[in-house]
């Protein structure tokens, strides 16, 4: 396929697609008749109106790593924003902040390899949401609100977009700012489509280590995100709980944990957890105190494994990839052999994550594993099966357990992919999505 995808005279070019940009992570596999890549917002407007003129439904892509299925076509164009990946920064040392323009295809990968290079008047800056997946799209991970475990510690998205730029189906371009942001911030394509992003970034801590913290029940797992913000020495920007079944799930990977020099990882229900200090000095004291309530709250100190200089801290953070890529793995090989999407369910318990858990372990007839963002309350499940008889049993299982968590609490979290919102009976919504008392909590899934 050629690069150049657009005349001289700015006219659009529509294509046939290839099979590659009918699926994405989440083992689906869609169908549409053209495909375009715009490398400018006007070109993308222009995309959109022809589109419209033409009767052509849209499915806007990013770098297709989601596993909700949202970048799936049904029919008509692939508008792919994978080549819109310009940015530029501009800092302001007195306010030790850096303002940055990127463009919606921009990954998250090349965000980080632009700031790890970017040094003005001795400072350096960080972009502090964290979502697993490096090769997403900045407009992606914005239109998902897929913020990740910093955001309960640094802030949500908007707390450092200052304006979007979009467009809407009919190609008419519009600026969000301030409250208006809620519109769009995981509108994932329904409404409107994320072309470009003025983010602004903070500095970057001086010192950040990680912690990886194993506890004897999940019990003490909830006693310290309860006791968090008793010791004030370090500031954590991190509290992820990985479930004892997402740790057997991560031994299946044991090529890629070896490598990783992981192998042999206690099996116990963990916390990772990344913290901020000032200095060294500050780090070391601080440290002592959070390793003193770890072990209150049930932790097994000799068990931590700590991760102090860059590499690591990046191999330690790397579990949380790794799990979302065996899991996504284990579901491909499912959705080849038998045909049915993923089954997972991603609620939020503002009350803690212990109780629906618990019922998880009573109730979970086949295998599975949990993990999310433990100072959010957050609870990702994901139920895996092998063949037509364990994914109906596994389907059963899945929507018991949704209206368990319903009854005890459980909101959509803010991150959860909505992909083509579908009802239970999986059928699909025409209408944009519902609001959020009336959101299709089982999108592609139940």
């Known amino acids: 396929m050629e690069k150049k995808q657009y005349l001289t005279d ?221 010791r004030t020495g370090l500031c954590l920007s991190m509290a992820e709980w990985l479930g004892v079944e997402a740790l057997d799930l991560l031994s299946e990977n044991a090529e890629a944990l070896a490598k990783e020099g992981m192998s042999g990882l206690q099996r116990a229900d963990t916390l990772l957890l990344e913290f901020t200090a000032p200095g060294e000095e500050e780090a070391l004291n601080g440290l002592e105190e959070l390793l003193g309530l770890l072990e209150e709250c049930g932790c097994d100190a000799d068990g931590v494994l700590m991760g102090d200089s860059p590499k690591e801290r990046e191999r330690l953070l790397t579990l949380r990839h790794l799990l979302n890529e065996t899991a996504a793995g284990k579901a491909r090989m499912a959705a080849g052999a038998v045909g049915r999407p993923p089954l997972l369910l991603d609620l939020a318990f503002p009350q803690g994550i212990e109780p629906f858990v618990a019922q998880c372990r009573r109730q979970a007839a086949g295998p599975w594993a949990a993990w999310g963002h433990g100072a959010a309350g957050h609870v990702h499940v994901h139920l895996f099966y092998e063949n037509e008889d364990e994914y109906a049993r596994q389907r059963e299982t899945a929507a018991a357990l949704l209206e368990v968590g319903r009854r005890m609490g459980g909101v959509p979290h803010r991150e959860f992919g909505r992909g083509k919102c579908r009802t239970a009976d999986g059928s699909p919504v025409e209408a944009p999505c519902p609001g959020e008392g009336e959101r299709v909590w089982t999108s592609r899934y139940v």
């Not at 590659?20 to 549409?32: H, I, Q, R, V």
């Not at 299925?69 to 049904?74: D, E, M, R, V």
């Not at 008047?121 to 799209?137: M, R, V």
Request: charged share 20%.
């Open 10 to 230: 700015g006219e659009i070019v529509f294509l046939p697609v290839s099979e590659e940009y009918l699926t994405d992570e989440s083992g689906g596999m869609g169908w549409a008749e053209q495909i375009c890549f715009p490398t400018t917002a006007g070109e993308a407007c222009l995309a959109l109106e022809r589109a419209r003129q033409a009767g052509l439904p849209v499915t806007v892509q990013g770098s297709r790593t989601g596993i909700c299925g949202g970048a799936l076509p049904q029919g008509g164009l692939v508008l792919n924003l994978s080549q819109m990946s310009g940015l530029s920064g501009e800092a302001h040392p007195e306010r030790k902040e850096l303002l940055l323009t990127v463009q919606a295809g921009v990954t998250l990968s090349a965000l980080r390899q632009f700031l790890d290079g970017f040094r003005k008047d001795g400072l350096s800056y960080w972009f502090h949401l964290n979502p697993t997946e490096e090769q997403a799209t900045l407009g992606g991970i914005m239109a998902c609100r897929a913020e990740g475990g910093r955001a309960a510690f640094w802030g949500p998205a908007e707390t450092w977009l200052v304006q979007v730029e979009a467009a809407d189906f009919a190609g008419k371009l519009r600026r969000f700012q301030g409250g208006e942001l809620e519109w769009i911030l995981g509108d994932e394509g329904h409404n409107w489509v994320i072309l470009s992003l003025e983010l602004r970034l903070p500095e970057r801590p001086a010192h950040t280590g990680v912690l990886l913290c194993p506890f004897g029940e999940l019990s003490g797992v909830s006693r310290f995100l309860e006791r968090k913000d008793e």
